[in-house]
């Protein structure tokens, strides 16, 4: 069983449209995670969710709409893509609380808009 | 924004060498962190150090510690050319509501 599982792994789209990624975690974690990795590898946090509650917004467009309908499932909606939303989305999950353990990551969700 | 530096940014070694990796940090931390990434993969954890131990070991891996010049090193030894990936140090801070932050990474190339 995949711990972190993420859908789709590849999405190509066009500027404009609206997509959404998937993220669920059968760890029994508390904590789950949207990393955004760019182009040159960098690996930035965007937002962060404790027990379906938002706990980090990190200067993200508000385009980005995260949704937790429960602590096993943190999703990623994007509105009006633009080309410099392209890159990997990895969703994590962690078991402690303070947002200092492990992080578990899933396999990365390639986003590219045309 | 970005807490941890990576040196070197990219590492080429023969199979049965050491690789060493360092990592600077900018603010307090609660831990330090490791992780490796394989091409086209998500990231998985190698090794925790926290802020109050010098130095852990994990196979063939070992990290040190040193928050007075704030930084890390990881060393792998009698490397494998499964040993290729990129290598990620994230910190873990003392400030509650934050995440853990990510370095640039190194990317490690070993060849048979």
């Known amino acids: 069983d995949t711990a972190v599982s993420q859908t789709p792994k590849y999405l190509v789209t066009q500027m404009g449209n609206d997509k959404s990624i998937k993220c669920e975690q059968n760890?029994?974690?508390?904590?789950m995670y949207w990393y955004k990795q760019d182009s040159k590898k960098f690996l930035k946090i965007m937002f962060s969710?404790?027990?379906?509650?938002?706990?980090i917004n990190e200067t993200v467009p508000n385009r980005f709409s995260p949704k937790s309908p429960d602590k096993a499932h943190l999703n990623l909606h994007i509105n009006s893509l633009e080309l410099g939303d392209s890159a990997v989305y990895f969703c994590?999950?962690?078991?402690?609380?303070?947002?200092?353990?492990?992080?578990?990551f899933g396999e990365g969700s390639r986003l590219t808009v045309l | 924004s970005q807490q941890g530096e990576e040196d070197p940014q990219a590492l080429s070694i023969q199979e049965g060498e050491n690789a060493t990796m360092n990592c600077s940090y900018k603010?307090?931390?609660?831990?330090l962190q490791w992780y490796r990434q394989n091409s086209g993969r998500g990231l998985v954890h190698l090794i925790l150090?926290?802020?109050?131990?010098r130095e852990k070991h994990s196979g063939r891996l070992r990290v040190t510690l040193d928050t007075s010049k704030k930084s890390s090193s990881l060393l792998i030894t009698a490397s494998r050319a499964a040993d290729t990936a990129s290598y990620f140090c994230?910190?873990?801070?003392?400030?509650?509501?934050?995440?853990?932050?990510f370095g640039k990474g190194t990317t490690l190339s070993v060849s048979s």
């Open positions: 994590a999950s962690s078991q402690a609380k303070g947002f200092t353990g492990e992080l578990f």
């Open positions: 760890l029994g974690h508390d904590t």
């Open positions: 969710y404790n027990n379906k509650e938002l706990i």
């Open positions: 603010t307090s931390i609660n831990n």
């Open positions: 150090i926290r802020s109050n131990e």
């Open positions: 994230a910190t873990g801070p003392n400030q509650a509501g934050t995440a853990l932050i």
